[in-house]
């Protein structure tokens, strides 16, 4: 079942990002440090109490995933049309449960959820050389909205 975090997922959810920082710190070690979270406990629980970046979990006695999410609208710009959007900030899916498309029911409630509130898309990024996350992606439908690019001086 997949529901809103609350406050005793906590611990659970720290387990789970940092298992997300380490893909990270993997592929690009120049940037992410390693055995550290995006989020500490006192801003999860902040988090927590937002309407704007809801957080799901997948639970079916334990919590196997979650996905960080962040609402905005876009209103009255000079150059863009006005839009709400959802923006996945964080999604994981613990190694052991991979595989198990704990991850595909976790998008589709957040699509149904974004649907829901009336949201024009869902937008996420995927690291460069995380190809198990953009083939996943990609399977769910999604499509290449923009690149990012860089040069290492």
């Not at 006695?61 to 150059?79: D, P």
């Not at 863009?80 to 991979?98: F, G, M, P, T």
């Not at 409630?109 to 996350?133: H, M, P, Q």
Request: proline share 2%; aromatic share 10%; with cysteine.
């Amino acid at each position: 079942m997949i529901r809103k975090a609350e406050t005793k997922d906590i611990k659970r959810i720290m387990e789970l990002l940092h298992q997300v920082n380490m893909v990270h710190h993997v592929i690009r070690p120049d940037l992410f440090k390693p055995h550290t979270t995006k989020y500490n406990e006192q801003e999860l629980k902040a988090i927590l109490n937002d309407d704007s970046n809801p957080i799901f979990v997948y639970d079916d006695g334990e919590v196997w995933g979650h996905a960080f999410c962040q609402i905005s609208e876009v209103r009255n710009h000079r150059l863009l049309q006005d839009i709400k959007s959802l923006y996945i900030d964080d999604i994981c899916v613990d190694e052991s449960a991979r595989g198990k498309h704990v991850g595909k029911a976790l998008y589709e409630f957040v699509r149904d959820y974004a649907k829901s509130i009336g949201c024009y898309n869902i937008t996420l990024n995927v690291w460069e050389g995380n190809d198990a996350a953009l083939n996943f992606y990609k399977s769910m439908g999604m499509l290449v909205q923009k690149t990012g690019m860089e040069t290492i001086l």
